[in-house]
């Protein structure tokens, strides 16, 4: 779909009134890389495409990467969390798996540390839970970075995956 008929733009959803889009070189220009911005519901760009990869916004934030170094910004564009990790998750239930010096720990929307880089892997929390490898064994942890219990038909699937 094309929002923006000022440059070609595919635009998806949109999340805290912005979508992220990736808008081509396309042909004739100098740069056929792509580069991801965000427009308004009326297809306005409100964050220049500067970005080699973006994600939607989610809390408040989107994660952003320029030149393999990854960071979030807030809805006006303006960085709130320096773009220095390798890589990063969304942020969900106020805070987001980050990696940095090929470890995972996790950050708040401020870019607090609130969990240690302790981790091989480390995936979202989803019900006050995350999904965590260390050592090549895989557990569950809470938003304290405690281990945490996962029971009923939760536990079941994982168990069933080789997850547990």
Same mark, same amino acid.
């Given at each position: 779909?094309? /929002? @923006?008929?000022?440059?070609?733009?595919?635009?998806?959803?949109?999340?805290?009134?912005?979508? @992220?889009?990736?808008?081509?070189?396309?042909?004739?220009?100098?740069?056929?890389?792509?580069?991801?911005?965000?427009?308004?519901?009326? #297809?306005? /760009?409100?964050?220049?495409?500067?970005?080699?990869?973006?994600?939607?916004?989610?809390?408040?934030?989107?994660?952003?990467?320029?030149?393999?170094?990854?960071?979030?910004?807030?809805?006006?564009?303006?960085?709130?969390?320096?773009?220095?990790?390798?890589?990063?998750?969304?942020?969900?239930? #106020? @805070?987001?798996?980050?990696? /940095?010096?090929?470890?995972?720990?996790?950050?708040?929307?401020?870019?607090?540390?609130?969990?240690?880089?302790?981790?091989?892997?480390?995936?979202?929390?989803?019900?006050?839970?995350?999904?965590?490898?260390?050592?090549?064994?895989?557990?569950?942890?809470?938003?304290?970075?405690?281990?945490? /219990?996962?029971? #009923?038909?939760?536990?079941?699937?994982?168990?069933?995956? #080789?997850?547990?």
């Amino acid at each position: 779909m094309s /929002l @923006c008929h000022r440059f070609d733009a595919s635009a998806y959803e949109f999340f805290d009134g912005l979508s @992220c889009i990736d808008v081509n070189g396309g042909p004739g220009r100098s740069e056929d890389k792509a580069r991801y911005g965000f427009v308004d519901r009326e #297809g306005n /760009l409100r964050i220049p495409a500067i970005y080699d990869a973006a994600a939607d916004f989610s809390q408040g934030v989107a994660a952003v990467e320029i030149n393999g170094k990854w960071g979030f910004i807030d809805t006006k564009g303006k960085t709130v969390i320096p773009l220095i990790y390798n890589l990063v998750g969304q942020f969900t239930e #106020g @805070c987001a798996p980050v990696k /940095l010096n090929n470890k995972y720990g996790y950050i708040d929307v401020k870019g607090n540390t609130i969990i240690s880089f302790i981790y091989d892997e480390a995936y979202q929390f989803v019900d006050d839970i995350a999904l965590v490898k260390i050592d090549g064994k895989y557990n569950y942890i809470d938003v304290k970075g405690s281990n945490a /219990l996962m029971s #009923g038909s939760r536990a079941e699937y994982y168990s069933r995956e #080789g997850m547990e």
